[in-house]
């Protein structure tokens, strides 16, 4: 690691100045992804701008939402009694991600802003478009079991390794965030991008940004839901492809849906034309697999990820089969 100055912020708008004064500059809180990205010299910051004494720890309760603070980890999330009571979606998600050792440190800001875990992002030695742009991209024609079926360009086929991301896609929260010109609030499906020709932009924030706090409307989805990880391994493993589910049954018919894929794509992929096409309908066994075969309407594989399309397909039928369940 190259050596760099460090900083501490005291205010929100004071880490907004001084990451715009340094364009090489980063902000930091847990940095249980930031830390490893520049000790393998992916990343290498001038500067970097400590965000751990800013007032954005808190989980509010108002009217009509929960303002969950960017500086939050991801362990007082997941156990905070409330939210497990009234979003229990993002309890389950927040649980199935990382180690608990690495919950304990882990922000929910940072969780947003974590990158891809696909191999050749992270051997310096093999391209990547995106950690240098322009270089091509190693997983097309190579090694790509992890990568996309969704949204994929001929520049990048990686895809976002969050599970609480998948949750707060399906649950429509947005992001509030802070930066030069003032606040403004994105919603949740619009906050990360697919790759496109610039793969190395993951997310729609300006550079200068900094995330204080995610808001999540109130919803009914309180009993039936459940967030469905499929990995090579129970513990501290990324998903082949997980599924995020939120029901709202009343008398055996659906009155309202939520769903998202992991995994998949360069971001959350939320499920909008299944999430319609169950809308109003009777629970069955038969109708979670045609919601499973519609969700995958559009995947495409790259060889050595070609299970993801079937793999996918039944893990949604499974995931709401076990959400209606409850």
């Given at each position: 690691?190259k050596?760099?100055?460090?900083?501490?912020?005291?205010s929100?708008?004071?880490?907004?100045t001084?990451?715009?004064?340094?364009n090489?500059?980063m902000?930091?809180?847990?940095?249980?992804?930031?830390?490893d990205?520049?000790k393998?010299n992916?990343?290498?910051?001038?500067k970097l701008v400590?965000?751990?004494g800013?007032?954005?720890?808190?989980?509010?309760?108002?009217?009509?939402?929960?303002?969950?603070?960017?500086l939050?980890?991801n362990s007082?999330?997941?156990?905070?009694?409330?939210?497990?009571?009234?979003?229990?979606?993002l309890?389950?998600?927040?649980?199935?991600g990382?180690?608990?050792?690495i919950?304990h440190?882990?922000?929910?800001?940072?969780n947003?802003?974590?990158?891809?875990?696909?191999?050749?992002?992270?051997n310096?030695?093999?391209?990547?478009?995106?950690?240098?742009?322009?270089?091509?991209?190693?997983?097309?024609?190579?090694?790509?079991?992890?990568?996309?079926?969704?949204?994929?360009s001929?520049?990048?086929?990686?895809?976002?390794?969050s599970d609480?991301?998948?949750?707060?896609?399906?649950?429509d929260?947005?992001?509030?965030?802070e930066?030069?010109?003032?606040?403004?609030?994105?919603n949740f499906?619009d906050?990360?991008?697919?790759?496109?020709?610039?793969?190395?932009?993951?997310?729609t924030?300006?550079?200068?940004?900094?995330?204080?706090?995610?808001?999540?409307?109130d919803?009914n989805?309180?009993?039936?839901?459940?967030?469905?990880?499929?990995?090579?391994r129970?513990?501290?493993?990324?998903?082949?492809?997980?599924?995020?589910v939120?029901?709202?049954?009343?008398?055996?018919t659906?009155?309202?849906?939520?769903l998202?894929?992991?995994g998949?794509?360069h971001?959350p992929w939320?499920l909008?034309e299944?999430?319609?096409?169950?809308k109003g309908?009777?629970?069955?066994?038969?109708?979670?697999?045609?919601?499973g075969?519609?969700?995958?309407?559009?995947a495409k594989?790259?060889?050595d990820?070609?299970f993801k399309?079937t793999?996918?397909?039944?893990?949604v039928?499974?995931?709401?089969?076990?959400?209606?369940?409850?």
């Amino acid at each position: 690691m190259k050596n760099f100055q460090i900083i501490k912020a005291l205010s929100s708008s004071s880490a907004v100045t001084g990451k715009a004064k340094d364009n090489s500059s980063m902000f930091i809180a847990g940095g249980t992804n930031l830390v490893d990205l520049m000790k393998k010299n992916i990343v290498a910051p001038d500067k970097l701008v400590d965000i751990n004494g800013l007032d954005l720890k808190k989980i509010e309760f108002l009217k009509g939402k929960v303002s969950i603070g960017a500086l939050a980890k991801n362990s007082q999330v997941a156990e905070d009694a409330s939210i497990k009571e009234k979003y229990p979606l993002l309890a389950l998600a927040l649980a199935a991600g990382a180690s608990q050792q690495i919950r304990h440190m882990a922000t929910v800001g940072g969780n947003m802003l974590q990158k891809t875990r696909c191999s050749y992002y992270y051997n310096t030695d093999m391209p990547c478009n995106k950690r240098v742009p322009k270089s091509g991209c190693g997983a097309i024609g190579g090694s790509n079991r992890m990568a996309a079926v969704f949204g994929t360009s001929d520049s990048c086929i990686a895809v976002h390794p969050s599970d609480m991301c998948v949750a707060l896609a399906a649950l429509d929260a947005k992001v509030l965030v802070e930066g030069p010109k003032g606040k403004r609030e994105i919603n949740f499906t619009d906050f990360h991008r697919l790759p496109g020709n610039m793969p190395e932009k993951d997310n729609t924030l300006d550079s200068r940004e900094l995330i204080t706090a995610v808001e999540i409307p109130d919803n009914n989805f309180t009993k039936n839901v459940h967030y469905l990880k499929v990995r090579d391994r129970t513990s501290y493993a990324f998903a082949l492809v997980s599924v995020a589910v939120a029901l709202d049954i009343k008398n055996n018919t659906i009155n309202d849906v939520r769903l998202a894929l992991g995994g998949v794509a360069h971001k959350p992929w939320r499920l909008t034309e299944t999430e319609k096409f169950l809308k109003g309908k009777t629970v069955s066994e038969d109708l979670f697999k045609q919601a499973g075969h519609l969700s995958m309407k559009g995947a495409k594989g790259f060889g050595d990820n070609n299970f993801k399309l079937t793999l996918g397909e039944n893990a949604v039928a499974e995931a709401l089969t076990i959400a209606a369940s409850k």
